[in-house]
């Protein structure tokens, strides 16, 4: 049991280079998320997926597109990367264990740097 | 006002030491409030739920007050392996379990 994983760990682009982030999880939880943290700005959620086959936009989705492949795997794609896109990109699902009290599991983050 | 805002720190304090953070959020309907804690480069991990009633989990209490939608966190007996980034945490309901996140409150605790 894996957890969530992230692939990769490192990444540098040059402004204009386009990636895809990779994440998957293998405890079949319905949720997942993508946050980005930057200093001083604490983690803010640029997509979510509530379930398998829906996507929906968080607080900061500019410049980032996602797909939700399957139950296991969630993307976040840079189509043109900018330098304001340098941040740690985590990923995380959702575990709910009752009404209102559930635990969100990360992945272990994409450090990436755009020049 | 922001959504979720904690002490700013950096908290240092000396080991055996007791250190509250304090957090305050701002959407009234919210219904479920949880402290993270991130260590140095690592993702950020769930350390506690915090319940109405307050709770307690060994040396770590968490209280919350609705009225004036405020949290906190108490560490007693502090411990070298405590320092980290201590992330207060709130969902503002429905289905979708969308959280927002404080920017955390960072701890070093001294031998």
């Known amino acids: 049991n894996a957890g969530v994983t992230q692939t990769p760990k490192f990444q540098v682009l040059k402004t204009g280079q386009s990636m895809t982030l990779q994440c998957a999880q293998d405890m079949n939880h319905n949720s997942m998320y993508w946050y980005r943290q930057d200093p001083g700005m604490g983690l803010r959620l640029i997509y979510y997926?509530?379930?398998?086959?829906?996507?929906d936009k968080g607080e900061v989705p500019n410049g980032y597109n996602v797909s939700r492949l399957n139950k296991r795997e969630f993307s976040l794609r840079l189509e043109s990367a900018a330098p304001s896109q340098t941040s740690v990109y985590f990923c995380?699902?959702?575990?709910?264990?009752?009404?209102?009290?559930?635990?969100?599991?990360f992945g272990p983050g994409t450090r990436l740097t755009v020049t | 006002r922001k959504e979720v805002e904690q002490d700013p720190g950096p908290f240092n304090v000396p080991e055996g030491a007791t250190v509250a953070f304090n957090c305050t959020y701002s959407n009234s309907a919210s219904q479920s409030f949880f402290w993270y804690r991130q260590d140095c480069r690592k993702e950020p991990k769930l350390l506690m739920s915090v319940y109405s009633s307050g709770n307690e989990d060994g040396r770590f209490t968490a209280q919350l007050n609705r009225a004036s939608q405020y949290i906190s966190l108490l560490i007693r007996d502090s411990k070298l392996s405590d320092s980290a980034t201590y992330l207060c945490?709130?969902?503002?309901?429905?289905?979708?379990?969308?959280?927002?996140f404080g920017k955390g409150t960072l701890l070093t605790v001294n031998p």
């Open positions: 945490v709130v969902n503002n309901g429905g289905s979708n379990y969308k959280l927002t």
């Open positions: 995380a699902s959702n575990r709910p264990a009752g009404l209102a009290v559930f635990e969100q599991y």
């Open positions: 997926s509530a379930s398998e086959g829906t996507t």
